[in-house]
C-alpha cells in the first residue's frame, strides 16, 4: 500500500518562499513517476512539476521560481517554491503513478497573500 504525506504550507506573503515535502512510504521505486499537483480555490487540480527518469518538467507558471527534487532512496520529493505570488495559492498535493494507479497525499495548504 503506498501512501504519501505531504508537509511544509502555510501563510506567506507574495514574493516569499515556501518548502514543501512529500515522504512515500510501501512499495515506491525508482521508475514511478513522481508529481506536484496543486488545486487552486474554485478550479481543478493541475500539475505544477513532474519528476520522470531523472528529468524534471514543470509547468510554465512556476518555471524558473519552482524547484522539484527527487530522494531516490528516501522516496521523498521536496518542492522548493520562490518568488510565490498570490495565485500560487492552493493546495498542493503529492502524487505517484504506479502501474497506471494514481496515488495522492492528503495534500498541504499554500496561502500566499498579496
Known amino acids: 500500500q503506498v501512501q504519501l504525506v505531504e508537509s511544509g504550507g502555510g501563510l506567506v506573503q507574495a514574493g516569499g518562499s515556501l518548502r514543501l515535502s512529500c515522504e512515500g512510504s510501501?512499495?515506491?521505486?525508482?521508475?514511478?513517476?513522481m508529481a506536484w499537483y496543486r488545486q487552486p480555490p474554485g478550479k481543478v487540480r493541475e500539475v505544477v512539476a513532474l519528476a520522470s527518469g531523472g528529468n524534471v518538467t514543470y509547468v510554465n507558471s512556476v518555471k524558473g521560481r519552482f524547484t522539484m527534487s527527487r530522494d531516490y532512496a528516501k522516496n521523498m520529493v521536496t518542492l522548493q517554491m520562490n518568488n510565490l505570488k498570490p495565485e500560487d495559492t492552493g493546495v498542493y498535493y503529492c502524487?505517484?503513478?504506479?502501474?497506471?494507479?494514481?496515488?495522492w497525499g492528503k495534500g498541504t495548504l499554500v496561502t500566499v497573500s498579496s
Open positions: 510501501g512499495n515506491i521505486n525508482s521508475k514511478d513517476v
Open positions: 502524487n505517484v503513478m504506479k502501474l497506471d494507479v494514481p496515488y
